[in-house]
């Protein structure tokens, strides 16, 4: 029997002291849940909206290079990172879109479980843990540097280009498909192109997140954002 945690969101991290070595309560970690990701610490590896679906790991430790679940004592906040570390002296953790490595240190009691499995606009798929997901997290952290180092200068010709009322008026002949997906939290909207998720409005968000190309030619302005407007364009799931 699969528990269902509807529309739980999931946090980056903050800037938090290690933890101390305390029990954790994990009643509700014994069985497995599917989550809802909402935050920036593991872009690309997952975006807001994809559903991870999270088993116990039970007795066993993760290993270098898993996607794990885990909860701070004294607070609800479930966080989603990658291990970098286990062993004798805990369990270090870094989010692959972080540039340095969470400041706490995890005792299996602090884990809810491991991301086995995440639904995104593709579907359902495999995440990527062990030996692939640290080679992963690699190719993540090098696509970072070169962005750091290419975003400064290109920046500016971006704005400049995204600004221009052609390209939005051009947009709008492009077959877009805008569907609404009711959450227990209010509509989701998602807008598609050929299939494919280009842009996302989370339940109560006030903004789109726009794929960056297409962010040249869409024009947020005209897309909905109200409850009233959601439920007038609502579709089957």
């Known amino acids: 029997m699969l528990n269902i945690a509807e529309a739980e969101p999931f946090f980056s991290m903050g800037d938090l002291p290690p933890i101390p070595p305390k029990d954790f309560k994990k009643d509700a970690e014994r069985f497995p849940v599917i989550l809802r990701y909402v935050g920036g610490s593991m872009v690309p590896t997952f975006r807001e909206g994809d559903e991870l679906l999270v088993l116990p790991l039970g007795e066993a430790l993760p290993r270098q290079g ?80 070169i962005r750091a180092f290419t975003t400064p200068a290109l920046d500016p010709v971006y704005r400049a280009i995204s600004s221009s009322r052609l390209l939005k008026r051009m947009g709008q002949a492009f077959p877009t498909r805008l569907t609404v997906y009711q959450r227990s939290q209010g509509p989701e909207y998602q807008l598609r192109l050929f299939g494919l998720t280009i842009g996302r409005c989370l339940p109560g968000r006030k903004r789109w997140r726009i794929l960056t190309p297409f962010r040249l030619v869409v024009d947020e302005e005209l897309l909905p954002v109200s409850a009233v407007q959601a439920k007038a364009m609502e579709t089957a799931e």
């Open 66 to 145: 898993d996607v794990i679940a885990f909860s701070l004592p004294g607070e609800d906040r479930t966080i989603v990172h990658r291990v970098e570390s286990a062993g004798e002296g805990g369990i270090r953790t870094r989010g692959d879109a972080s540039g340095s490595q969470d400041p706490w240190v995890l005792l299996p009691s602090n884990i809810r479980g491991r991301v086995e499995f995440v639904r995104s606009d593709r579907g359902w798929h495999r995440a990527r843990n062990g030996r692939i997901g640290t080679m992963m997290a690699g190719t993540v952290a090098l696509r970072r540097g």
